[in-house]
Nanobody, 127 residues
Framework: QVQLVESGGGLVQAGGSLRLSCVASGRLYSTYAMYSMGWFRQAPGKEREFVGAITGNGVGTVYPDSVLGRFTISRDNAKRMVSLQMNSLKPEDTAVYYC?????????????????WGPGTQVTVSS
């Protein structure tokens, strides 16, 4: 089993910034760097939304248009941690944010491609 735990959520005013972190533990052995990691979010009454993903070596990232240029994903494989830097936050960014491990190839925006998920952290952006 792999455990993922997010942190860093909170309340911020529109235009502000937050940095989320996700630390992995469990039966990772030396394989953490082999897996892409993704971030998703879900607001009340809405479907889960892809926020971005990063390749195992940290070189490649992908973002949807809704966050492109505002959000940045990075990772530190030595610490088994992936981070989501969120700038210029908007009220519509309010959601519970989840990190997840992508298992294999395929569309990074497809949440069914991810096998382990964290419990999520709440981000609230006030107007």
């Amino acid at each position: 089993q792999v455990q993922l735990v997010e942190s860093g959520g909170g309340l911020v005013q529109a235009g502000g910034s937050l940095r989320l972190s996700c630390v992995a533990s469990g039966r990772l052995y030396s394989t953490y760097a082999m897996y892409s990691m993704g971030w998703f979010r879900q607001a009340p009454g809405k479907e889960r939304e892809f926020v971005g993903a990063i390749t195992g070596n940290g070189v490649g990232t992908v973002y949807p248009d809704s966050v492109l240029g505002r959000f940045t994903i990075s990772r530190d494989n030595a610490k088994r941690m992936v981070s989501l830097q969120m700038n210029s936050l908007k009220p519509e960014d309010t959601a519970v944010y989840y990190c997840a491990r992508k298992n294999g190839d395929g569309d990074s925006a497809d949440y069914t491609r991810y096998d382990f998920w964290g419990p999520g952290t709440q981000v609230t952006v006030s107007s």
